[in-house]
């Protein structure tokens, strides 16, 4: 396009509206494109060139030289027209023109793939046309927005809270009984009321102002649904305290259902009602802090912060800035900033992007497995290869093709070999296996220890045995009785005593030759019953099961105290080497042999180093994890769910036992354990993990 050619004319339907003043003071104006309901801020020089449009670009710049304070030349209005052109605001006057079109409604018509992939991450699905059933009733919700109401919003929060305060324990109590399914359901309920009422607020806020609300629907993220309001139209706002109110209208509206939410508990009786209060009290603060007033996602939050600042697409601004920067660090290609603005300002828009890309890494992963778990599991793999493609590697992609357009440039200067020799460096430390030791949670204790219990209530006799006594095996240890079974013992001796009597008449009298048999079948009854009474009182005397030393006796035993066999009476511990027990993951187990070396180390006690020599290694993951303190609800390391009596770790943990040095401790410590296993690289852990992730999920 030359200076001196006419310039393109601008469609008749585009309007313009005065904006807000700009960070330089400057004025600023709005161009309206009603049929695509899209919104264009220009500014000063922008303003005074389509004032004059009717013209060349050198005779509009001219005219705008001649009429105000500004010195431009015909290249700046060519960069208006290049901008009216790009984004169609200008009217067709050439085959060429007509061409460009095609292709641009083309581009809007995709392939079938590229459709549904944009449409499974996000699309609108809009509901009512809602304009004229708000002018209806504007004048009968005026009130919830006067100073009035909101001042008694805030004594009402005020005052729920101190009678909160006098309640928290039934509060707290009541948090953990909503989780459950109908819990679940009642917040679902209540998030779906929040929201509609927090989309009514941004739309009778706007046409407070005057503003069009054309459109309320539902739009999925990522098959997420969440309301949403078109209120475009408060771009022609020029007072940026208008917009602002517009934009936080949605958090005010939760936060005072919160605050009347909150109130209402405090006075309403145990009930559903008093249920419902709960529910909308606690979900609503979360919804509207946590997430709606987030910036790094295009919630009320970033437009709120958009308008505070007002910089119109912070988003796309903050992050064509933030990759300029990447660049001039790591090259120096000393190009210009994308736009001119103070350095603090710049600073401020680098970190803000750096920090929105990592929220954003961390969310569309977690949003990847999400997807991917609550899918079959192959669609579950190219939808989490959609999300994690998209939103992760098609950015770095692009950002990489930048890098490939100046590669020239990049490889005259210097700045490139400092950035080749970091990377280098942290390649060669991702790729050596620097790493060798494993940790894992564990438990010392002796290899063999036995405790005492009783095979049935029983009275203590005697004690033949102190605490911390070394003892042989079958030394006795506690004698007990049991009254019952003495009764037993000598009723079952008079029982046999009087059989073998009559056994012996019998065998003296000729005539009694028919009941030998019996008789002698009813002695040897009575003489197993007798040897049965006998083992079960030789079972009363607790004796040593091996060579070791008594610890843990049951403090305060006296003869002819009674005791219980669920109680443990004490413990026998082999005077043999130490055994360590942990627990290593599924990622670590190919990496250790019999024969490593590990150490144990007690919490607490980081000083105190048992070593030793790995044992045994199970193959299988344990299915129970008998070392409680081991188990996370305990203070432990390893994630459980109850099952039962029992407890299953959450995940697979392999069991691995250790000999270790020293003599065994008198009680059971919990630490963990270092082993000496096979090294491996940061990058080899990282692509294990993967490959034993895939082969878990697919069953391979």
């Known amino acids: 396009m030359e200076a001196a050619l006419a310039l393109p004319p601008l469609r008749d339907e585009l309007s313009l509206h005065p904006g807000p003043t700009s960070l330089d003071g400057s004025p600023s104006w709005t161009i309206r494109d009603p049929v695509r309901n899209r919104y264009f801020r220009i500014g000063w020089i922008a303003f005074e060139a389509l004032s004059r449009w009717n013209e060349s670009p050198a005779t509009v710049a001219e005219a705008v030289n001649a009429d105000t304070t500004l010195d431009i030349d015909a290249e700046d209005v060519l960069d208006v027209a290049r901008f009216l052109v790009g984004n169609q605001l200008t009217r067709p006057q050439s085959p060429a023109d007509t061409r460009r079109l095609a292709e641009q409604a083309a581009a809007l018509h995709p392939s079938w793939f590229q459709w549904l992939l944009h449409h499974y991450l996000f699309f609108r699905i809009p509901l009512v046309r809602p304009d004229r059933g708000l002018d209806w009733l504007a004048p009968w919700v005026a009130w919830l927005g006067s100073t009035g109401f909101r001042r008694t ?40 009321v929040v929201k509609v009422i927090h989309e009514l607020a941004h739309a009778f806020t706007a046409k407070r102002f005057g503003c069009r609300v054309p459109t309320m629907g539902v739009a999925f993220l990522v098959m997420w649904p969440v309301l949403y309001t078109d209120v475009n139209e408060t771009w022609m706002l020029a007072s940026r305290r ?12 939760e936060l005072s259902v919160a605050a009347w939410a909150t109130l209402a508990w405090a006075f309403l009786p145990d009930g559903a009602l008093r249920q419902a209060m709960f529910v909308l009290a606690t979900l609503t603060w979360v919804s509207s802090l946590a997430i709606n007033l987030s910036p790094f996602m295009r919630f009320d939050g970033y437009f709120l912060l958009m308008d505070a600042l007002e910089i119109p697409n912070l988003h796309p601004r903050a992050f064509a800035m933030a990759r300029w920067w990447l660049r001039e660090a790591l090259f120096g290609l000393g190009e210009d900033a994308p736009e001119a603005m103070p350095p ?15 929220y954003r890494l961390a969310l569309f992963l977690g949003i990847a497995v999400l997807v991917y778990h609550f899918f079959i599991k192959a669609v579950g793999v190219a939808l989490f290869v959609v999300e994690i493609g998209w939103f992760v590697a098609l950015p770095i992609w692009s950002e990489l093709r930048q890098w490939a357009e100046r590669k020239t440039v990049i490889l005259a200067g210097r700045r490139w070999r400092s950035f080749a020799f970091g990377l280098g460096s942290l390649l060669l430390v991702a790729l050596i296996p620097w790493h060798s030791t494993i940790e894992a949670p564990a438990v010392l204790s002796a290899e063999v220890a036995t405790p005492l219990f009783l095979p049935a209530p029983s009275r203590l006799a005697s004690m033949e045995v102190a605490r911390n006594q070394h003892v042989t095996k079958g030394t006795r240890l506690l004698i007990f009785t049991s009254p019952d079974m003495e009764r037993r013992r000598a009723a079952s001796a008079a029982r046999l005593t009087g059989k073998n009597a009559e056994l012996e008449a019998v065998r003296l009298d000729p005539f009694g030759r028919e009941r030998l048999s019996a008789l002698t079948e009813e002695v040897s009854r009575l003489q197993a019953e007798q040897a049965a009474l006998e083992a079960e009182a030789e079972r009363l005397i607790l004796v040593a099961p091996h060579d070791g030393i008594v610890l843990d006796l049951l403090p305060n035993l006296h003869p002819g105290d009674w005791l219980s066999p669920k109680q443990q009476l ?11 027990v942990a627990y290593v993951t599924e990622d670590d187990l190919e990496r250790i042999r019999i024969g490593d070396e590990a150490s144990f180390i007690p919490r607490g006690l980081d000083h105190f180093r048992r070593h030793g020599t790995v044992t045994g290694i199970d193959r299988n993951p344990a299915r129970t994890l008998p070392e409680q ?28 036992t250790m000999a270790m040095d020293g003599a065994p401790p008198d009680i059971k410590l919990v630490g963990h354990a270092d082993i000496k296993g096979q090294g491996q690289s940061l990058i080899g852990r990282a692509v294990r993990s993967m490959l034993v992730v895939l082969v878990r999920e697919w069953g391979a």
Not at 570 to 580: E, H
């Open 153 to 192: 919003t805030m004594a009402a929060l005020v005052l729920g809270l101190i009678l909160i305060a006098r309640q928290w324990d039934v509060f707290a109590a009541s948090f953990v009984d909503n989780l459950s399914l109908s819990g679940m359901l009642s917040y679902g309920v209540a998030l779906t």
């Open 242 to 253: 208008q917009r602002l109110l517009v934009g936080s209208a949605g958090i005010a509206a």
């Open 344 to 358: 603090a300002r710049r600073h401020a828009l680098v970190t803000f992007a750096f920090a929105v890309w990592i």
């Open 570 to 580: 004490g413990l026998v511990r082999a005077d043999d080497r130490p055994q360590a």
């Open 629 to 656: 303190t081991l188990a996370a609800p305990y203070g432990g390391d390893i994630p459980v769910r109850p099952q039962g009596q029992a407890l299953v770790p959450q995940g697979s943990y392999f069991r691995v």
